[in-house]
Each structure stands twice: as structure tokens, then as C-alpha cells.
């Protein structure tokens, strides 16, 4: 009996979609999802020809409906503690991947699902998506990251009501609070729109595209003299590399840009 993959990967040039395919589930984390999930994202982010990864839900139900409560239930702390901890660092993983991850999220993204959006680069919202924390009203508490960065991305007193409330955010809210940089798409059209993005990101050199990201991770919570002098070595390095030469010399030329793939430039 063949048995269903629970992560789908439909690769296409550079941009790369993951799908979480558990729909009847509505796309639960379970653990066998989430190390699927990391290994598929690994794997695509090692390759050389991969610029982008956009991750979403099979179905328009739900991006992911969250953790997979049958696995946590009656588990003792430290097998809970194990089990949680392992899922924070796929959303470690994912947040720290050298390429960038856009969340295409169509309908509900709970508890976990939110978490991953939360881990993502960024995220493009369907109009029907909503997005909320409802651990507390279980008697838990989100674990994959959650209580760090919503507060992060919206402020304490936000987050902090979310999380108590278990209120969700509709499409707009989100876009609003700025969860999203994107105004919210209709459902049938999420993977296009989010495709265009991707490709657009996919032309820019992609050691700058792996540099910003760096720049931006490393530096949110250092002290702005370190974060800036961080910024200049970076800087420093595009501008005297291979690539900034090329986006230089085809600025001044009038014509489209040829980045090569990371490891291709060096003959591997």
C-alpha cells in the first residue's frame, strides 16, 4: 500500500511550492508533517538553481489548522516538552533559511499554522484566510514559537491579546497590522499573485536576496552600531563580488540582468 506524502513539492525554475498535504486534517502539523516539511525545505534551499519557496495548504480550507492535538494529548512534560521543542526548531530552520519562504495562506492558519506564517519570510493572504492563536482556550499555550514573534511582528499588547482571547484575524486585520506587506487576494487567485512576487524576487541577484535576509535577521536584535557595521561588510562584499558587478554593467546597459545560481558560478 502506497502511503501519501503529507508534503508535495511542485517545483517550476526557481520558485519552488510546498504544499501541506493533509486536507481532511485540514493540514495539521503533525511531527511526521513537520519533518517532512524541514527535510523538503533543506533539500530545495541546498539546491543551486532555487531563488524562492512558497509554502501553502492543499485545499482552500485551510493553510494549517495547527499542531496535531491527538499526538499531544496525555503526554507527560518532558515527552510534551521533547515533541514541542522539536517543532520550534523546524520554525527555526525555516526562519533561518538562506532563501526566502512567502506563505501562501489560504483559510484557516491556527495555532501552529499561524506559527509557521509567523517563521516565514512573509506572507500573502487569501481573503478567506484567518489567523489566530487559540491555545489558551485548550489550556495550552502556543509552542512553535508564537508568544516570541507575534509580539515581535505587532507589538506586546497586540499579541498578548490574541493569545488570551484566542481572537482571530481576518484577511484585512492582518494585512492592517502589518503581518502581511500585501493587500489580501481572492482565494482563486492566491498562487498566482503569490507566484508573481516569487518571481520577481527570483530575477534579483540571489546572493543580495541571501544577504538582506541575513541583514535583517541578524541585526533585529542587535544594537544599531553593531546591525549597521554588519550592514556595511555585507554591503562591501556585494558591491566588490561577481554579481553586483553584473547588476551594475546591466543597469548601464540598458538590458536584464544575469545572475548566475549560487554554487553554478563557482563550477559546481
Known sequence: MTVESVVVVDETGPVSVVRLNRPRAHNALSSR???????????LAARPATRVIVVTGTGQKAFSAGADLDELAGLRTESAHDLLSAGQRVMRRIEE?????????????????????????????ARNATLGLPEAGLGLIPGYGGTQRLARRVGATVATHLMLTGSRLTADRAYHLGLTPVEPVEPDALLSATRVIAEQIATRGPRA????????????????????????????????????????????????AQFADIEREHGR
Open 209 to 256: 536576496v541571501r544577504a538582506i535576509l541575513a541583514a535583517c535577521r541578524l541585526g533585529a536584535d542587535a544594537p544599531l552600531p553593531v546591525a549597521l557595521a554588519l550592514e556595511s561588510a555585507l554591503a562591501g562584499i556585494a558591491t566588490a563580488g561577481h554579481e553586483g558587478g553584473e547588476g551594475v554593467a546591466a543597469f548601464r546597459e540598458k538590458r536584464p
Open 33 to 43: 508533517v513537520l519533518a517532512e516539511l524541514d527535510t523538503t525545505i533543506s533539500d
Open 97 to 125: 533559511c538562506p532563501v526566502p519562504i512567502i506563505a501562501a495562506v489560504n483559510g484557516l492558519a491556527l495555532g501552529g499554522g499561524f506559527e509557521l506564517i509567523l517563521a516565514a519570510t512573509f506572507p500573502v493572504l
